[in-house]
T-cell receptor
């Protein structure tokens, strides 16, 4: 049973560029959440997607956007990259119908902005 | 005030000892509480969840919740070197349309052999 998969695992961008990160949820899950984890910090909620819609959003600027596809996979897009966007981006999946708060995380995409 | 605060680490304990981790939260509406373990360079994994006041035991782990004091803790008994990791406390409000988890910054535990 495949868990949550994310790609790419590492990437380096320069300020002002745009990046797209991808996530496939665990089999049987229909909900995808994205978190940003800066070095030495806990994960911060970016947004959650369910039924191809953004269901909830954290305190992140509009430069952060996302999408969910009919097969439940998801993308996170970040425009106009800033140095402060350097972080580990974690995708977490869950099943809305049985959700108790347990999230299954992927291994993350580590973004470095130079 | 941060939503979730954890005792600053790192916490170093000898093998076989008890590691005690503390977490406080600011939102009295929080209803669900979780401890995630994160090994260096890896993603968080859930090790305990607790929803009602009192203690919950799972193997060597015991979670304790006191909603009146807005406090949740994790005890690791008979600590092993494999327990060396960062432990993240997370809370969820459980309100309608509120699905996010709020995480603390984590406490890093090192178990000395």
């Amino acid at each position: 049973d495949a868990g949550v998969t994310q790609s790419p695992t590492h990437l380096i961008k320069t300020r002002g560029q745009q990046v797209t990160l991808r996530c496939s949820p665990k089999s049987g899950h229909d909900t995808v959440s994205w978190y940003q984890q800066a070095l030495g910090q806990g994960p911060q909620f970016i947004f959650q997607y369910y039924e191809e819609e953004e269901r909830q959003r954290g305190n992140f600027p509009d430069r952060f956007s996302g999408h969910q596809f009919p097969n439940y996979s998801s993308e996170l897009n970040v425009n106009a990259l800033l140095l402060g966007d350097s972080a580990l981006y974690l995708c977490a999946s869950s099943h809305t119908g049985t959700y108790t708060g347990e999230l299954f995380f992927g291994e993350g995409s580590r973004l470095t902005v130079l | 005030q941060k939503e979730v605060e954890q005792n600053s680490g790192p916490l170093s304990v000898p093998e076989g000892a008890i590691a005690s981790l503390n977490c406080t939260y600011s939102d009295r509406g929080s209803q669900s509480f979780f401890w995630y373990r994160q090994y260096s360079g890896k993603s968080p994994e859930l090790i305990m969840s607790i929803y009602s006041n009192g203690d919950k035991e799972d193997g060597r782990f015991t979670a304790q919740l006191n909603k009146a004091s807005q406090y949740v803790s994790l005890l690791i008994r008979d600590s092993q070197p494999s327990d060396s990791a960062t432990y993240l406390c997370a809370v969820r409000r459980d309100g309608a349309n509120d699905y996010k988890l709020s995480f603390g910054a984590g406490t890093t535990v090192t178990v000395r052999a």
